[in-house]
Antibody, heavy 121, light 108 residues
Framework: QITLKESGPTLVKPTQTLTLTCTFS??????????VGWIRQPPGKALEWLSLIYWDDDKRYRPSLKSRLTITKDTSKNQVVLTVTNMDPVDTATYYCAHRRVYGGDCFDYWGQGILVTVSS | EIVLTQSPGTLSLSPGERATLSCRASQGVSSSYLAWYQQKPGQAPRLLIY???SRATGIPDRFRGSGSGTDFTLTISRLEPEDFAVYYC?????????FGGGTKVEIK
């Protein structure tokens, strides 16, 4: 059974760096075809893809946010970490991590419950 | 960037009725790499359809995806009470993954 869970601060101040951890079980991020992505959703708005890391350590970022995002993996801990620098109130959103569907392209078949991050002074 | 436009924004229907949701892409989606998700309030999205027309594991057959190129459709043949939710399409044919703005299916 595949599960994912996001953890991190729920309140950050403007200009601070956000560090979110996705802890997962039921799969290995060293297995061919596996990937974990981050997607966010501002309150009442649509989903927005941020980043994706693959089993071979290939990484993808949303171009408009690339300078602020870093994604890493720790296969021994079954974790993926996303950092977002220079946080702004417009970054207030629920942040989800999700399992990439293996052998079928970059859609997401298992999602974490999400973590609401508020950016406010 | 491929922009996905979903219509209508809101669909008001009764249980048992048929729902037809549209997702239009600003340019062709390669290999029909188009997915549909369902999201209920306070919950994470759930994958319904991938590859434009393949149902994900455990998805009932009243959900059907169709289309190719720039025009895609999600059809729910007979709405059940648990189907009232927001639906998003997502394209994954390019390295920049994009989602549509969503269609809310509400009870009439």
């Amino acid at each position: 059974q595949i599960t994912l869970k996001e953890s991190g601060p729920t309140l950050v101040k403007p200009t601070q760096t956000l560090t979110l951890t996705c802890t997962f079980s039921g799969f290995s991020l060293s297995a061919s075809g596996v990937g974990v992505g981050w997607i966010r959703q501002p309150p009442g708005k649509a989903l927005e893809w941020l980043s994706l890391i693959y089993w071979d350590d290939d990484k993808r970022y949303r171009p408009s946010l690339k300078s602020r995002l870093t994604i890493t993996k720790d296969t021994s801990k079954n974790q993926v970490v996303l950092t977002v620098t220079n946080m702004d109130p417009v970054d207030t959103a629920t942040y989800y991590c999700a399992h990439r569907r293996v052998y079928g392209g970059d859609c997401f078949d298992y999602w974490g419950q999400g973590i609401l991050v508020t950016v406010s002074s | 960037e491929i922009v996905l436009t979903q219509s209508p924004g809101t669909l008001s229907l009764s249980p048992g009725e048929r729902a037809t949701l549209s997702c239009r892409a600003s340019q062709g989606v390669s290999s029909s790499y188009l997915a549909w998700y369902q999201q209920k309030p306070g919950q994470a999205p759930r994958l319904l359809i991938y590859g434009a027309s393949s149902r994900a594991t455990g998805i009932p057959d009243r959900f059907r995806g169709s289309g190719s190129g720039t025009d895609f459709t999600l059809t729910i043949s007979r709405l059940e009470p648990e189907d009232f939710a927001v639906y998003y399409c997502q394209q994954y044919g390019t390295s920049l993954l994009t989602f549509g703005g969503g269609t809310k299916v509400e009870i009439k």
